[in-house]
């Protein structure tokens, strides 16, 4: 019932602008939504608790798909784009992932929609050739008009210096060090919600494809919760980890469930399945692991020795 108050009021929103809570409390009874006795209080309660809605401060509720608008979200590609089927985005376009996985899926403006598979492979889907043609490192921009995704290179790279960016540094490193309730989200749900509260102090911040967030915040290797740290199989006096990035929740869950099944230790078995699946794949390119397991075998190689081996490019 929460998604769908919170769908229905971001409908609202969407067509009126942003409204009060007992605004929408009214439209909400009015659809037969919620038999509360004060709707306005369960209109409050689900849309705090969404990502892809904000409080103004004047208590009015805002939707990320109307702040969006127009709005442009870059990402640095890791590998070249040609023939992709999938992206895999990163921290940098959180916002936008939240709202995808809210929505189930986003209309392109060349034709198809774009889908998200966040808690299997975190991977975005599209229509074949969704994504431009760009060689690795390039960047891209993401841009939600009018509910429609447009995603075009950028083609001059935007400066980590300029002024514009200097004010989206700011502005997200002020709200990151609050303290009102941010470190309780996920980290991957941190940078949505604080990108949420800096369009809604400067509605065009965006405007302008500026450098990605984690460029900007210089986040490096980090990614915003979604490492996982096991134990080594060789347990060394120094306690060491494997640490693994971006594993979906579901994968998680299975390995602890076969490791239990097995009676091994967690690192016993993940050390284990990455030497099987090192001798399975060909190295990926910049260590990218997840096109290594997503993408389909290409043709077969021959060896010197006659043994044909699938590759994982």
């Known amino acids: 019932m929460s998604k769908r108050i919170v769908t229905f009021c971001a409908d609202q929103i969407n067509a009126s602008g942003p409204l009060t809570p007992d605004d929408l409390g009214a439209r909400v009874a009015g659809a037969g939504l919620t038999k509360s006795g004060n709707p306005a209080a369960s209109v409050r309660t689900a849309l705090r608790q969404s990502p892809v809605m904000v409080q103004l401060p004047d208590g009015r509720f805002d939707s990320a798909r109307r702040m969006l608008d127009g709005a442009a979200l870059t990402h640095r590609v890791r590998y070249a784009t040609k023939g992709r089927p999938i992206l895999f985005a990163g921290p940098e376009l959180a916002l936008l992932d939240q709202l995808l996985v809210h929505e189930g899926s986003l ?27 760009v060689r690795a490192d390039a960047l ?12 075009e290179p950028v083609l001059d790279e935007p400066s980590l210096s300029s002024p514009a960016t200097e004010r989206l540094r700011v502005l997200l490193r002020r709200y990151l060090r609050s303290d009102d309730g941010l470190s309780q989200r996920q ?73 239990r099944n097995l009676g091994l ?6 050390v284990l399945l990455l030497s099987a699946a090192t001798y399975r794949t060909a190295m990926p390119c910049r260590h990218d692991t997840e096109a290594a397991w997503l993408s389909a075998p290409a043709t077969g190689r021959a060896f010197s020795g006659g043994l044909v081996e699938p590759s994982y490019q």
Do not use: C, K
């Open 265 to 270: 230790s967690l690192g016993e078995l993940t």
């Open 107 to 133: 209309p392109l403006s060349t034709g198809g929609a774009i889908s998200s598979s966040y808690g299997e492979f975190g991977g975005w889907h599209g229509p074949p050739d969704w994504l431009p043609d």
């Open 187 to 259: 980290s991957q749900f941190t940078l949505g919600a604080v990108m949420l509260r800096a369009l809604a102090e400067i509605p065009d911040l965006l405007i302008e494809p500026l450098p990605p967030l984690d460029e900007v915040l210089q986040l490096g290797s980090e990614r915003w919760g979604r490492g996982w740290a096991v134990e080594a199989a060789d347990t060394a006096p120094s306690g060491q980890q494997v640490v693994l990035e971006d594993l979906p929740a579901g994968l998680v869950s299975a390995l602890h469930r076969d490791a």
């Open 140 to 151: 891209l921009a993401f841009r939600l008009r009018n509910g429609y995704v447009s995603i």
